[in-house]
Every structure is written in C-alpha cells, then in structure tokens.
C-alpha cells in the first residue's frame, strides 16, 4: 500500500497562475483532508471531504475550491495564487469515526511568486 | 471552539535527557487525544493516541496521559535519542456524529537532540 500520495513535491508559481494539487488514498477511506502548515501556525484545515460527493469548509477556504473525484481522489485548486498561498499542503485521509487517526501524504510545497 | 496549546520552542537537550512537551486543550465535549511526529520534510505520522479519560498512550518510548481533571495530554519521553529530532504536534478530534473527524492542531514544538 502506497497510503496517502501527493503531486507535485514542490511547485513554484507567480501570482495569478492557477494549478491543481493531486492527492490519492489506496486505504480505502471514506473521509479526506486538505491542511495548509505555515511556520508557527501547526496545521490549518482548508477544506474536507466526510464521504465520496461531499465536500465542505474548513478554517481557511478562501482562495481555493476541491473535487472529490471518487472515493480514492481529493484535489485542491488555486484559481489565482497570492503569496499569502505560499505553504505546505498536505492531504490527509481517515476512516469515518470517532478517535481514529489520519494518515497524512508527503506533502507540496508551494511557492507564490 | 475547540483549541490545542502546546509549549512553545525550540526544545534543544542532550541525548539520553528526560523530554516533556506540554499540551492543553479546550473541547465541548470528550476528545480524543493525539501526538502526531513529522520528521524533516516529511508528512505527520501519528505517534501515539488516547481516546478517554485516564488512558495512557504509549509508542516508541514517548508516552502520554489523557487528563481530564487538568485537560491535559502531556508527552513524554525518559531517554531522548538524535534521531528523535522532529517537530512534534499535539491534536485533538471531537466526536461529531454523521460528519468527518476534524483534527484541531496545535502550533507544533520543534525538537533538537544534540550528541
């Protein structure tokens, strides 16, 4: 088992550009993440997905919006990057239910121009 | 809502040294507990968890307690080791029936174990 994959590794944008972040799960999990990690701040929830065809906000939507392709696949999109974007995205994906952990991806690093 | 506070960092201590990280919380309800570890330039792995009062997780040397009393998870570890060098994240997740799991995080501790 792969586990949780992320593409790309590492990007670099320049403002306005848009680009999608790839994330897949092979654990067969119901319920997928997207956290942006800035320096000081931990991780912030960007957006969530409780089962195939659902998504919802989380802490910090703006700017970006998701697609829960199927049941493996969860991308997030940046329509026109700001610098204020510039982070660490992880993915992350987790069995519904109470007190279970969440795997989490490698990561993408992002930089915004 | 909810929220985690870890201590601050850097930590930087010597091998073999005694390791404390302390973590608070606040919850409306019964949390589970989390340590995550992330290693350079890699994702979060979990390290240990505790899903009830008075439960003790425990994982390659690190242990922490779930306490109610104080609303504290406090990691814990009796012999650093080099390659226990990472940034350690304390989380929690409340149980919210009929929706996904939230993970709430705290700022993170970054800790150094020098030779």
């Known amino acids: 088992n792969a586990g949780v994959t992320q593409t790309p590794k590492f990007q670099v944008l320049k403002t306005g550009q848009s680009m999608t972040l790839q994330c897949a799960q092979d654990m067969n999990h119901n319920s997928m993440y997207w956290y942006r990690q800035d320096p000081g701040m931990g991780l912030r929830l960007i957006y969530y997905?409780?089962?195939?065809?659902?998504?919802d906000k989380g802490e910090v939507p703006n700017g970006y919006n998701v697609s829960r392709l199927n049941k493996r696949e969860f991308s997030l999109r940046l329509e026109s990057a700001a610098p204020s974007q510039t982070s660490v995205y992880f993915c992350a994906s987790t069995e519904k239910g109470g007190g279970r952990e969440q795997f989490f991806g490698p990561g993408t690093r992002l930089t915004v121009l | 809502g909810d929220s985690v506070t870890q201590m601050e960092g850097p930590v930087t201590l010597s091998e073999e040294a005694f390791l404390t990280i302390n973590c608070t919380y606040t919850a409306t309800g019964y949390p589970s507990l989390f340590w995550y570890v992330q290693y350079p330039g890699e994702g979060l792995q979990l390290l240990l968890k505790a899903t009830k009062a008075d439960d003790k997780g425990s994982n390659k040397g690190f242990e922490a307690t779930y306490r109610k009393e104080t609303t504290s998870f406090h990691l814990e570890k009796g012999s650093v080791q080099v390659s226990d060098s990472a940034v350690y994240f304390c989380a929690l997740s409340e149980p919210a029936s009929g929706s996904a799991r939230q993970l709430t995080f705290g700022s993170g501790t970054q800790l150094t174990v020098l030779p």
């Open positions: 997905s409780a089962s195939e065809g659902t998504t």
